[in-house]
C-alpha cells in the first residue's frame, strides 16, 4: 500500500531529523533537510555545516538543494520537494525558489527569521515568478526540541 503525501513527509522528516541531531553533535545549530524527487525518493541530503566549513551559506537547506543538483545534473529541480527542520531563511527560501522546488515542508516555525510564513513569505509571494506548496509544523515538536536543547546547552 502507497503512502499518502502526509505519511510520506513525516518519514522524510524523520530523517531530517538524524541529520539534525548530527549537525547539534557537531556544534552547529541542528537543522536537517533533504530533497526528494516526484516519487519520494531523496535525492540530496544536508545539514548545518557553517562551524565546520566557515561558510556563512553552509545551511542544511543549501547543501541538501547542492547534493540534489548534482544528483539529477541540473540545476532545476521543479517536481522536487524540500523537506526541513526549520523554516527556511530568507537566504534557503530563495534558494529553493531558484531551484524551482515544487514544494516545501518543514518541521518548527522560526518566528525571528523564518522566510515561508512566520516573518515573511518569500515562498508564496505573488510577486515572484515561481513559488513552492508549503506546509508547515510536520513533527514540529521534535524539531522544536531539537534546536530549545542546543540553544539551552549553549546558555
Known amino acids: 500500500m502507497a503512502l499518502s503525501a502526509s505519511e510520506r513527509d513525516a518519514a522524510l522528516m524523520a530523517r531530517a531529523l538524524v541529520l539534525a541531531a548530527d549537525a547539534g553533535q557537531a556544534g552547529d545549530v541542528p537543522v536537517g533537510a533533504l530533497v526528494s524527487d516526484a516519487a519520494g525518493v531523496v535525492i540530496g ?87 513552492a506548496e508549503v506546509i508547515g509544523g510536520v513533527r514540529e515538536d521534535e524539531a522544536s526540541d531539537l534546536l530549545r536543547r542546543f540553544f539551552e546547552s549553549r546558555r
Not at 561558510?55 to 517536481?79: C, F, K, M, Y
Open 45 to 131: 541530503e544536508g545539514r548545518n555545516l557553517r562551524e565546520l566549513t566557515h561558510d556563512p551559506t553552509a545551511h542544511a537547506e543549501v547543501v541538501a538543494l547542492r547534493q540534489a543538483a548534482a544528483a539529477i545534473g541540473s540545476w532545476n529541480l521543479e517536481g522536487c520537494t524540500l523537506v526541513v527542520t526549520l523554516e527556511p531563511c530568507l537566504m534557503c527560501a530563495g534558494a529553493l525558489l531558484q531551484a524551482r522546488v515544487s514544494r516545501l515542508v518543514f518541521g518548527a516555525w522560526d518566528e525571528k527569521a523564518g522566510a515561508a510564513g512566520s516573518q515573511y513569505d518569500v515562498v508564496r509571494d505573488r510577486r515572484l515568478p515561481y513559488r
